[in-house]
């Protein structure tokens, strides 16, 4: 079964942080690009981050750039997002995708910044 199951996500103060992960299962993960994207209500879904197969190339939205940190691990078939100094505006449901011949969604994680 081909699937992207995300966690790591919950409430958290602003200046905290968070770690996402994503475990992939049913597709050779090492062969996919790999993504974190986010979305809020009413909002369309955005890029926040991007890893390519072998985790050489790493891209990052302008707005999280110098706080998150993408990361892979191939042996563990899992793809992480190390978040720091949360602000409120990075609330949002955060997904993961994997990208090559076909594109492949988890279902979210919501991450919630406020004290």
């Known amino acids: 079964q081909v699937q992207l199951v995300e966690s790591g996500g919950g409430l958290v103060q602003p200046g905290g942080s968070l770690r996402l992960s994503c475990a992939a299962s049913?597709?050779?993960?090492?062969?996919?690009?790999m993504s974190w994207y986010r979305q809020a209500p009413g909002k369309e879904r955005e890029l926040v981050a991007a890893?390519?197969?072998?985790?050489?190339?790493?891209n990052y939205a302008d707005s999280v750039k110098g706080r998150f940190t993408i990361s892979r691990d191939n042996a563990k078939n899992t793809v992480y997002l190390q978040m720091n100094s949360l602000k409120p505006t990075d609330t949002h449901v955060y997904y993961c995708?994997?990208?090559?011949?076909?594109?492949?969604w988890g279902q979210g994680t919501q991450v919630t910044v406020s004290s």
């Open positions: 995708n994997a990208q090559r011949t076909r594109e492949i």
């Open positions: 049913g597709f050779t993960f090492g062969s996919y690009a």
């Open positions: 890893i390519s197969s072998f985790g050489i190339n790493t």
